[in-house]
């Protein structure tokens, strides 16, 4: 099987009456995996994490869904953690469902973006007014050109 250097690190934030015993629970079901490092600010309600080791796919898997699990559980808002996988760094959204959709389709569309960018293409980018008419039909407010 093929075995790597994992890393997951970040912080989400909280509910306020979070308990150690939650935070306990996550821990240990963890620590048979990897190094653990978890840490909660009761003052800025968040927990930070840092996960590590040497281990099989799976289980990178399998602490990334108790991860997902515990965030779905506790989370305020979706958050965005730093996923590393035998140097493939990769994002892991986690947390409040309606957040992490949208934090997701933002991911989406930077990619999109991205691989235009990757192309060499030239952007037109014209600006209105928050009403959506423009000044005049023939005159755009501002024009700008952006080379990648």
Same mark, same amino acid.
């Given at each position: 099987?093929? @075995?790597?250097?994992?890393?997951?690190?970040?912080?989400?934030?909280?509910?306020?009456?979070?308990?150690?015993?939650?935070?306990?629970?996550?821990?240990?079901?963890?620590?048979?995996?990897?190094?653990?490092?978890?840490?909660?600010?009761?003052?800025?309600? @968040?927990?930070?994490?840092?996960?590590?080791?040497?281990?099989?796919?799976?289980?990178?898997?399998?602490?990334?869904?108790?991860?997902?699990?515990?965030?779905?559980?506790?989370?305020?808002?979706? @958050?965005?953690?730093?996923?590393?996988?035998?140097?493939?760094?990769?994002?892991?959204?986690?947390?409040?469902?309606?957040?992490?959709?949208?934090?997701?389709?933002?991911?989406?569309?930077?990619?999109?973006?991205?691989?235009?960018?990757?192309?060499?293409?030239?952007?037109?980018?014209?600006?209105?007014?928050?009403?959506?008419?423009?000044?005049?039909?023939?005159?755009?407010?501002?024009?700008?050109?952006?080379? @990648?």
């Amino acid at each position: 099987m093929d @075995t790597g250097t994992y890393v997951i690190s970040g912080s989400l934030p909280v509910n306020d009456d979070l308990e150690t015993e939650q935070l306990e629970r996550v821990r240990r079901h963890l620590n048979g995996f990897a190094g653990v490092y978890l840490a909660h600010d009761q003052i800025a309600h @968040t927990v930070s994490l840092h996960v590590s080791g040497t281990m099989l796919r799976d289980d990178a898997r399998l602490i990334e869904r108790r991860i997902e699990k515990f965030a779905e559980e506790n989370s305020t808002a979706g @958050t965005i953690l730093l996923s590393e996988w035998n140097g493939l760094t990769t994002w892991l959204v986690v947390g409040m469902n309606w957040h992490v959709q949208c934090l997701i389709k933002l991911g989406a569309v930077q990619e999109q973006f991205a691989r235009l960018v990757e192309r060499d293409f030239d952007f037109l980018v014209r600006l209105e007014p928050p009403n959506g008419s423009a000044v005049s039909q023939s005159q755009p407010l501002m024009c700008v050109s952006v080379a @990648t």
